[in-house]
Nanobody
């Protein structure tokens, strides 16, 4: 049974930072590409960042230079370091690999 468990969300002021974590079980983590997505109220879910099994990264234009995705294969965990947060970053953030999704973690950025 595949499980993706996110943590690290919360309420932060604009300009602040948060680090999200997603720990996977039930998969061979090291060979899977991992992604972070987000969904704001009334909007479609969108890709935030992706890290391949070879640690090649890709980012949405809106977060480039502010967010960093990384992975620790020994811990089966992918991270999303979010700096210089803006109110428009407010959303539920989801971890994803292949067809599997986590339950999401809320990030709220106050102005």
């Amino acid at each position: 049974q595949v499980q993706l468990e996110e943590s690290g969300g919360g309420l932060v002021q604009a300009g602040g930072s948060l680090r999200l974590s997603c720990t996977a079980s039930g998969i061979i983590f090291s060979i899977n590409d991992m992604g972070w997505y987000r969904q704001a109220p009334g909007k479609q879910r969108e890709l935030v960042a992706l890290i391949t099994r070879y640690k090649i990264t890709n980012y949405a234009e809106s977060v480039k230079g502010r967010f960093t995705i990384s992975r620790d294969n020994a811990k089966n965990t992918v991270y999303l370091q979010m700096n210089s947060l803006k109110p428009e970053d407010t959303a539920i953030y989801y971890c994803q690999t292949t067809r599997f999704w986590g339950q999401g973690t809320q990030v709220t950025v106050s102005s």
